[in-house]
């Protein structure tokens, strides 16, 4: 679940200087014909850097963001729900093991990235700084996050990198599931009795600054991004992504009789746009930058499952063991 | 302090929460060794590779692949593993140049060993078990395969690796994918609701 | 067919493949390595699935429907042994625990195969594959963890001697054995108790582990009868919260 804002380090001008002028051209060229990239083919360190850092910070919030639905996994109420987000929560751990793979076929072991998390070195998506207070924050997070996600890893896996398309296509596979289910949970609050409706609607109320956060600021037209762009690393724009998810879901959540706590928030019927109050973004700042709500809740319990895994972990490691990266 | 959260299992961990947490530095032994899971659909479908897995060993690779890669039981009728060190990988070619004419020993006729040999047919997709091939070495292997196995469909990587050197589950384990129905709580299409939404439409209106 | 014997061991069993279940999935997301993160909630759904198919049964046998027999009752109505409740502890533990219970359950299963209540035999059969492949993945980390370093064999040793007199409970007669044997419901606790020995110390014997002195130890009983430690009430209070804030709704 990640919504590919804030993503990308400033790139510095000079930094196609050094790469071989017809590698590049045919790594370009490659990439204009529509052909993926592959792991031992030459491409621009730029690139590779900037691929890493954006599979990493994917990976991270399928990890971390197993937590604020986690919350409610010992809860859910009756069979089908406790199955459903038992096994939605274990695909969130299971996109993780993906994408941390793709983005080790760029050179980086997982292991490093893992402590780079638990480290605060690595970002993760802002939206899972925030607590899941009740049984319904867990029905949002199911349907309307991972619909966000959704629009941006559809985007994502039409890029130019093999393996994390690869991991995309299987991801966005299961995440069909987990937006039937959020919007089967939601449906059933808002359609169901008056504390079920208004647990709902209190929700809806909590999230919604995240999720306007969720696709982070808009993009600035820079050179940085046209670069990524022309190599499909950046497929959309946050303002795109979150237009789109906009569109396809505010009607959806109106249709309940849910309303959304923005009253500026109605789609232009000149522009085909929609308006809304812009999102704080000094908090989305504040909160990336450590102090939101649960940010040391989240990386305090990655670090004790890894401290207390060590063990088993080292007991069962071969002393010769020798990592090589994955190969797709 | 201890850490109290809003989940009681997070709670339950008693985590200690300490202003100055120090960085944890792990060791790269912290890392296991890496397979590389191969799943069948369906009886007589070929392998394809499904993705990696870290495990310790062989056996691990197969437990840890088995969950992470057919958990959706009914899409799988085996799967098997094999460490990414046994895997030779080609060079990977482009724009619909085969990788098979840039193969130019012939077969030395030497059948000493068996190989498996696995097609990347496009960039950016899976590969996929062609089958196998009688020969001397790596080398002599693709030179058998594509005696064998080219085509006017042209190959852009191939993955070869000893017979061997694969762990593929068992014919009489098969029953570990069967599922009960009940495991359709996985699958998008077992939550319909829109008989609800129309009603409450209606009850609105 | 004997209902009563019939229902007391169908709830005893749905009521170990729950909570045990339930305590399983507490992993979720804090399992020691990602990939065993992913198998451990696998199987923690698979229990949860085998209970809610046994709750099934016993509400075509004029119990409640499986949400209200599972989400409504208290402690003293389960009967579940007392092994499944225990906390998770650390990771030594939980295995301890599924590679007891599993190994128990295979047999049990096993036998159920051929029970002569047909809608049991047949559930027997549909999960067996389930059942293998838990006791496939007990028995690989306990032969691997069991003989590695010395720190994981003196948790893991820890842990069997603290779990096996409560492993030993879920052999408790039920007040129907003669019963069910006869009836060729299920061939008894005492058959499983047996093959379940012989299979646990035949693991054990490829590790560094020494297998506890049965005949010395004192079985944990009680939970069969709703006799139970004070972590399952807890536990049944947080699994119902939600549920219980009203049990007509549809949620």
């Not at chain 1, 060229?29 to 360190?45: L, N």
């Not at chain 1, 396809?248 to 789609?267: A, C, R």
């Not at chain 3, 109505?77 to 092994?83: A, D, E, G, I």
Request: hydrophobic share 40%; aromatic share 10%.
């Amino acid at each position: 679940m990640y919504g590919g804002g804030n993503v990308f380090e400033t790139m510095k001008a000079t930094a196609l200087a050094d790469e071989d002028p017809i590698l590049l051209a045919a790594f370009e060229a490659r990439i204009d014909r529509g052909e993926k990239i592959e792991p031992t083919d030459w491409m621009p360190q730029l690139y590779r850097k900037q691929l890493i850092r954006m599979i990493e910070q994917h990976a991270h919030s399928e990890i971390i963001g197993s937590l604020p639905e986690g919350t409610w996994i010992t809860r859910a109420p009756g069979f089908k729900r406790k199955l459903a987000l038992m096994a939605k929560v274990q695909d969130e751990v299971g996109h993780a093991q993906l994408l941390y793979s793709a983005a080790e076929t760029l050179g980086k072991p997982r292991e490093e990235m893992i402590t780079d998390l638990i480290n605060g070195k690595s970002k993760y998506s802002n939206i899972f700084n925030y607590p899941a207070f009740t049984w319904a924050d867990s029905c949002f997070i199911s349907w309307l996050v991972d619909a966000g996600a959704i629009v941006n890893q559809i985007a994502n896996s039409k890029g130019s990198y093999g393996p994390y398309c690869r991991a995309l296509e299987r991801i966005c596979a299961e995440e069909s599931f987990h937006l039937k289910y959020g919007h089967h949970c939601v449906i059933h609050l808002a359609t169901g009795t008056k504390t079920q409706r208004e647990m709902m609607q209190a929700a809806v109320n909590r999230w919604w600054a995240p999720m306007m956060h969720f696709f982070g600021p808009s993009d600035k037209i820079s050179v940085h991004s046209e670069i990524l762009m022309k190599w499909k690393v950046k497929m959309a724009s946050n303002d795109e992504c979150r237009q789109q998810f906009l569109d396809m879901y505010v009607p959806k959540i109106w249709e309940l009789g849910l309303t959304v706590p923005d009253e500026n928030l109605k789609k232009n019927t000149v522009t085909g746009e929609w308006e809304f109050t812009e999102p704080d973004w000094e908090e989305f700042k504040r909160v990336i930058n450590g102090d939101g709500p649960c940010n040391a809740e989240r990386i305090a319990v990655r670090r004790t499952a890894e401290e207390r895994g060590r063990w088993v972990r080292e007991a069962l490691l071969a002393p010769k063991a020798k990592y090589v990266a994955p190969l797709a | 302090m201890i850490l109290k959260s809003l989940d009681p299992r997070v709670t339950r961990l008693s985590i200690e929460l300490s202003p100055d947490e120090s960085s944890v530095a792990k060791d790269g032994l912290d890392q296991f060794e890496t397979y590389e899971a191969f799943v069948q659909s369906k009886e007589g479908k070929p392998f394809e590779h499904a993705g990696p897995v870290h495990a310790p060993n062989e056996e691990m690779a197969f437990l840890f692949a088995k969950e992470q890669y057919s958990r959706r039981g009914m899409f799988c009728n085996a799967i098997c593993v094999i460490k990414t060190e046994n895997i030779k990988v080609s060079e990977y070619t482009d724009n619909g140049q085969d990788i098979y004419n840039l193969v130019t020993d012939h077969p030395s006729g030497n059948e000493n060993e068996s190989f498996e040999i696995f097609h990347l047919m496009k960039r950016g997709k899976q590969h996929k078990h062609e089958g196998s091939v009688l020969a001397k070495d790596f080398d002599d292997a693709m030179a058998m395969a594509k005696k064998e196995f080219q085509s006017d469909k042209p190959v852009f990587n191939v993955w070869i690796v000893k017979s061997a050197h694969i762990m593929a589950s068992e014919d009489e384990d098969k029953d570990i994918w069967d599922t009960l129905k009940e495991k359709q709580y996985r699958e998008a299409t077992d939550y319909k609701a829109a008989d609800k939404i129309k009603a409450f439409k209606e009850n609105q209106a | 067919m004997n209902t009563e014997a019939l229902k007391d061991l169908l709830y005893k069993m749905a009521d170990d493949q729950l909570i045990l279940g339930h305590r399983n999935s507490e992993w979720t997301g804090f399992g020691p390595l990602l990939e065993e993160d992913i198998a451990f909630s696998s199987m923690a759904q698979d229990k949860v699935g085998q209970s809610w198919q046994i709750y099934k049964l016993l509400n075509e046998l004029g119990e409640s429907d499986p949400d209200t027999v599972a989400f409504m009752r208290n402690a003293e109505q389960f009967h579940n042994c007392q092994l499944v409740e225990l906390p998770n502890g650390e990771y030594d533990f939980s295995l301890i625990r599924h590679f007891l219970f599993d190994t128990a359950e295979m047999i049990r299963f096993n036998h159920l195969a051929t029970s002569s209540y047909a809608p049991l035999a047949l559930l027997a059969k549909k999960i067996k594959g389930e059942i293998k492949y838990h006791t496939m993945h007990a028995n690989i980390w306990v032969k691997q963890l069991g003989s590695a370093t010395e720190e994981s064999i003196i948790r893991l040793q820890t842990s069997l001697d603290s779990a096996m007199p409560y492993a030993l409970g879920i052999f408790e007669s039920s007040k129907f054995e003669k019963e069910l044997i006869s009836e060729g419901i299920f061939r008894g606790e005492e058959t499983v108790k047996s093959e379940w020995l012989t299979q646990v110390k035949s693991i054990l014997e490829h590790t560094k582990l020494t297998m506890p002195n049965i005949e010395t130890i004192t079985p944990v009983f009680g939970g069969r009868y709703g006799k139970h430690t004070a972590h399952l009430q807890p536990l049944l209070d947080e699994m119902s919260e939600v549920f219980k804030e009203d049990p007509t709704a549809d949620w």
